[in-house]
T-cell receptor
Framework: GAVVSQHPSRVICKSGTSVKIECRSL??????MFWYRQFPKQSLMLMAT?????????EQGVEKDKFLINHASLTLSTLTVTSAHPEDSSFYIC????????FGPGTRLTVL | AQKITQTQPGMFVQEKEAVTLDCTYD???????LFWYKQPSSGEMIFLIY??????QNATEGRYSLNFQKARKSANLVISASQLGDSAMYFC???????????????FGAGTRLFVKA
């Protein structure tokens, strides 16, 4: 099956710093990628839809200036959490749309 | 409004027995897809089974089957012959086609944690 990777798998950062998370579709081209957030013991919540070559579409309540999304190529989308705070600590999962929706393994962000 | 509802936060099942995980959904779109994913403690989402809104027959994938009752808007997952490795979080999800753009959005239920007992 198709493979989607995320890097890093785990990151710890200080409050106020920015963190970039990469999502790559390894063996297919994805015009659309999705970013989800999952709090402990909760469901996935869609944050934004990332379209190659255009601006991302953010879900209601998600700050686009805080969660910067760049989808510069058909195989790479990045999510940058700017000026991270402890409440941004979460599990971030991306998915890529090919013939189906394929999920990455997730990135666990801890902000101290 | 809640679009995907999983009413069972936790379920226990004896190894080798079957278990049904409930899922109901709400949509006015005639075209949609229903999914079940498994999320073990590692965090990775594992696709299990898919049911299209126009599919006449219930989907099956190995030990997984989806009991699709369109009129009741339910899409329950049935796991037969449970194994210890089935212990995980299970999410029901619905994919809706977005108007105007033709793109889609996936909405997840709250999940059901399944515990398989030896």
């Amino acid at each position: 099956g198709a493979v989607v990777s995320q890097h890093p798998s785990r990151v710890i950062c200080k409050s106020g710093t920015s963190v970039k998370i990469e999502c790559r579709s390894l063996d297919f081209q994805a015009t659309t990628m999705f970013w989800y957030r999952q709090f402990p013991k909760q469901s996935l919540m869609l944050m934004a839809t990332s379209n190659e070559g255009s601006k991302a579409t953010y879900e209601q309540g998600v700050e686009k200036d805080k969660f910067l999304i760049n989808h510069a190529s058909l195989t790479l989308s990045t999510l940058t959490v700017t000026s991270a705070h402890p409440e941004d600590s979460s599990f971030y999962i991306c998915s890529a749309r090919g013939s189906k929706e394929f999920f990455g393994p997730g990135t666990r962000l801890t902000v101290l | 409004a809640q679009k995907i509802t999983q009413t069972q936060p936790g379920m226990f099942v004896q190894e080798k027995e079957a278990v049904t995980l409930d899922c109901t959904y709400d949509t006015s779109d005639p075209s949609y897809g229903l999914f079940w994913y498994k999320q073990p403690s590692s965090g990775e989402m594992i696709f299990l089974i898919y049911q299209g809104s126009y599919d006449q027959q219930n989907a099956t994938e190995g030990r997984y089957s989806l009991n699709f009752q369109k009129a009741r808007k339910s899409a329950n997952l049935v796991i037969s012959a449970s194994q210890l490795g089935d212990s995980a979080m299970y999410f029901c999800a619905m994919r809706e086609v977005l108007p105007n753009t033709g793109g889609f959005k996936t909405i997840f239920g709250a999940g059901t944690r399944l515990f398989v007992k030896a």
